[in-house]
């Protein structure tokens, strides 16, 4: 096994590792978000900020192919 192999291997255990530890019976934060009505909040901040990163990937994507028209020999 070579050497990126093992490393690979190792941080994948010591990964899977701490996402174990990680969990519990009951997830006391979301509920206490639930209770309070601040569940919302966060959901419509995030939903914000990935209607903007989607929206300025268009916008890269449209301004992209408008430079690619533009350059010599490009068929299309």
């Excluded at 209607?51 to 068929?75: M, N, S, T």
């Amino acid at each position: 096994m070579n050497s990126r192999k093992k490393w690979s291997c190792a941080l994948l255990a010591a990964i899977s590792t701490g996402v174990a530890y990680g969990q519990t019976a009951e997830p006391e934060m979301a509920d206490a978000m639930r209770s309070e009505g601040k569940i919302y909040v966060v959901v419509a901040i995030l939903s914000v900020i990935l209607i903007g990163v989607v929206v300025y990937l268009f916008a890269i994507d449209r301004k992209l192919d408008a430079l690619e028209k533009k350059l010599p020999g490009k068929k299309g």
